[in-house]
């Protein structure tokens, strides 16, 4: 399973969800989206201006857990 740490970045930077947006450069609605593990995809044009805007690394933002079989 994939996790997306958005929300756990957010708050380490103290960012909000609006002034991420602004300067992402994409909607409340769509960040929205990812900040709740709703996202089924990603480009990777957006997880760049994320880690731009927060910096930060891919891997602090996207986490891979294995799927207990």
């Known amino acids: 399973m ?3 740490n958005l929300d756990v ?4 930077r103290k ?7 602004a ?7 769509n ?5 709740n593990n709703k996202a089924k995809a ?3 044009s957006t997880l760049d201006a ?3 805007a ?3 690394r891919v891997e602090d933002i996207i986490e891979y857990l294995p799927d207990d079989r």
């Open 2 to 4: 994939i996790r997306i």
């Open 9 to 12: 970045m957010m708050a380490k």
């Open 15 to 21: 960012i909000s969800l609006n002034a991420l947006s």
């Open 23 to 29: 300067q992402v450069g994409i909607t409340i609605a």
């Open 31 to 35: 960040l929205s989206i990812l900040k």
């Open 42 to 44: 990603i480009r990777f």
């Open 50 to 52: 994320i880690c731009k």
């Open 54 to 56: 927060l910096d930060c």
